[in-house]
Each structure stands twice: as structure tokens, then as C-alpha cells.
């Protein structure tokens, strides 16, 4: 267990749908990342928060979008759902920005 | 931009057989280098790291020494396991442009038989 939890841990939903993934860090990380994992593209990095605020952004849609919350907590908005959105995403976090990351368990999306 | 490249499985062996997964990257500045494992219907665990140049990461068996001169970080291991099947991605941590978010290679899975 890495401790970091995400919920829910499975979701299926209908196209043009919006969604939110949740994602609590380890106890003490200040930050959190964001990966998505599909069969065609790989593991990808998504968008990054470091204490509330964007520190970093990678190949992340605009239909994308994502907060850390004071509580240090971290949500993903998917929203306009297409089929090709489906996939395994992957919160991670770590102390600061370069640390050592922990995964948690990912929530695996389905648009049908 | 920084990218990495590793072999592309699936890859299968028996049991006590010797296990290489190359990978290699390419990056401006002096990344930090990972393996990590993801066994079926989990997330990613770290299996091992190296932050500098010459730097040898070892876990459960498993190693791999950052090699700048060749920008490699190959991971082995000398006698592998049937719990060792799992998907292995080998990645860098972008220090330069990014927040040390991670890249990764696309994954090479691995089964061994008994």
C-alpha cells in the first residue's frame, strides 16, 4: 500500500459526460501528479500540483482539468467524455516537486 | 524533448532464467532514472532508482547502473521468478523544464513460466 488512495476505482460512462477523479496524497506530499495510461499511448503525464498550486503541465486536454484542494487532496475533471478518454488514470504524489513518487491505484475510466 | 525508449516485450523466460530490459533515454539536463512494476490489476510500484551518473539501484534481485556515456539504465536480474511477471517501465524524472514529473517508456511485459 503506497498510500496514496483514489476513488472511484472503477467508472463507465456515456460520451459527452463529465466526470471527476479523486485523489488523496501520501500523508506529508505536497504534491501531486497526474498520469493517464492507455493501450495507445502509453503512461503520460497529465498536470501537476505542488501546495495548491499548477506547477506543471503535460499532454492535457483542454476538456481537462484538475484543482488541489487545501486539505492537499487533488481532483481530475473530464468533461465532454469521448471513447478514446477511456483508460487507466494514476495520481501519484510526493514530497516536493522531484521526489521519490508514489502511485496510488488508479481509476480505470470507461466511455462507452 | 526528453524521451525514453525500452524494449518492447512481451517478454518470456522460465523460472531462474537471467533477465535484461534495456532502456534508454535522451534528455537535456541530468535526470533521475526508474524502474517501476506494475503487477496485474495494481498501480505502479518503484523498483529501483539512480540519481546520478554511475549510480547502481538495486531491489528484490533486481538492478540497473546509470550509464551517462551510453544513456542507458538497464534493468536486470540474475534468476528470475514466477512472481517477477509483471509490466516494467523504465522512466526519468523531467528536473529541467518540468517539476520532476515523470517519463516513461512504454512498458515491457514480462511473463516467466515455472
Known amino acids: 500500500d503506497s498510500g496514496v488512495t483514489q476513488t472511484p476505482k472503477h467508472l463507465i460512462t456515456a460520451t459527452g459526460q463529465r466526470v471527476t477523479l479523486r485523489c488523496s496524497p501520501r500523508s506529508g506530499d505536497l504534491s501531486v501528479y497526474w498520469y493517464q495510461q492507455s493501450l495507445d499511448q502509453g503512461l503520460q503525464f497529465l498536470i501537476q500540483?505542488?501546495?495548491?498550486?499548477?506547477?506543471a503541465k503535460g499532454n492535457i486536454l483542454e476538456r481537462f482539468s484538475a484543482q488541489q484542494f487545501p486539505d492537499l487532496h487533488s481532483e481530475l475533471n473530464l468533461s465532454s467524455l469521448e471513447l478514446g478518454d477511456s483508460a487507466l488514470y494514476f495520481c501519484?504524489?510526493?514530497?516536493?516537486?522531484?521526489?521519490?513518487?508514489?502511485f496510488g491505484p488508479g481509476t480505470r475510466l470507461t466511455v462507452t | 524533448g526528453d524521451s525514453v525508449t525500452q524494449m518492447e516485450g512481451p517478454v518470456t523466460l522460465s523460472e531462474e532464467a537471467f533477465l535484461t530490459i534495456n532502456c534508454t533515454y535522451t534528455a537535456t539536463g541530468y535526470p533521475s532514472l526508474f524502474w517501476y512494476v506494475q503487477y496485474p490489476g495494481e498501480g505502479l510500484q518503484l523498483l529501483l532508482k539512480a540519481t546520478k551518473a554511475d549510480d547502481k539501484g538495486s531491489n528484490k534481485g533486481f538492478e540497473a547502473t546509470y550509464r551517462k556515456e551510453t544513456t542507458s539504465f538497464h534493468l536486470e536480474k540474475g534468476s528470475v521468478q514466477v512472481s517477477d511477471s509483471a509490466v516494467y517501465f523504465c522512466a526519468l524524472s523531467d528536473l529541467s523544464g518540468g517539476q520532476g514529473n515523470l517519463i516513461f517508456g512504454k512498458g515491457t511485459k514480462l511473463s516467466v513460466k515455472p
Open positions: 500540483y505542488y501546495n495548491g498550486e499548477e506547477r
Open positions: 501519484a504524489s510526493s514530497v516536493e516537486p522531484g521526489g521519490e513518487q508514489y
